[in-house]
């Protein structure tokens, strides 16, 4: 039995490698760059990490490159799952009827998850046009942190100015809650109509 145990640990091993330069993301933090491989003894032993610096947070991270994939470090995302991403900031905005409570920590489990279409789904749903309430400052807390993953990550995929990737990504949002503003408008003009009609024969 610890024969199979051992076997399956070492099935989970996700295998990664990385370059000096490459923009990654690691879950916690977000878009980090590779400045460096190196080798340091830990506790005895000659191991070889990942010096991953992330500007955004003034810090800078050794990950051991055994454990790169497993802790969740990845590379930029794809254009697909980029187009994916700003396809999911069009669609309508997704609200739990639960406390709010667990849904901050559902949103919060999607920032971190490193994932760049469960990221676009936070910002997605708490985004707030100037028509619409305000959030509360938990809420807002979790738009902009969601917002800046985000922002960091596109601009970091297309080489482009942080406040690019910023416009972009607002301008997207707002003419999709335009758009469907206009529908709802349209939609409930069409239904007084309906009702209007059907009086108006019920009375003749």
Request: overall charge neutral.
């Amino acid at each position: 039995m610890a024969t199979k145990k051992r076997s399956s640990s070492k099935k989970k091993i996700k295998n990664v490698s990385f370059k000096v330069g490459q923009h990654i993301i690691y879950p916690a933090h977000g878009v980090g760059e590779v400045i460096g491989i190196e080798q340091e003894v830990i506790a005895g032993f000659d191991i070889e990490v990942y010096v991953v610096k992330f500007e955004q947070d003034k810090m800078t991270l050794r990950v051991p490159t055994t454990k790169a994939g497993n802790s969740g470090m990845r590379a930029l995302s794809n254009d697909l799952i980029l187009k994916d991403a700003f396809t999911t900031l069009k669609g309508r905005a997704r609200v739990k009827r639960t406390m709010w409570s667990r849904r901050a920590q559902e949103y919060e489990a999607k920032i971190n998850s490193g994932d760049l279409i469960l990221v676009s789904e936070v910002v997605r749903d708490l985004h707030r046009t100037e028509a619409q309430p305000e959030q509360s400052y938990s809420e807002r807390q979790l738009y902009e942190r969601a917002l800046d993953r985000m922002v960091r990550e596109v601009a970091a995929i297309r080489k482009s100015p942080r406040d690019n990737a910023m416009d972009d990504i607002l301008d997207t949002l707002t003419k999709a809650r335009t758009r469907q503003a206009a529908k709802a408008a349209e939609a409930a003009e069409a239904e007084e109509e309906d009702n209007d009609n059907g009086e108006n024969e019920a009375a003749a």
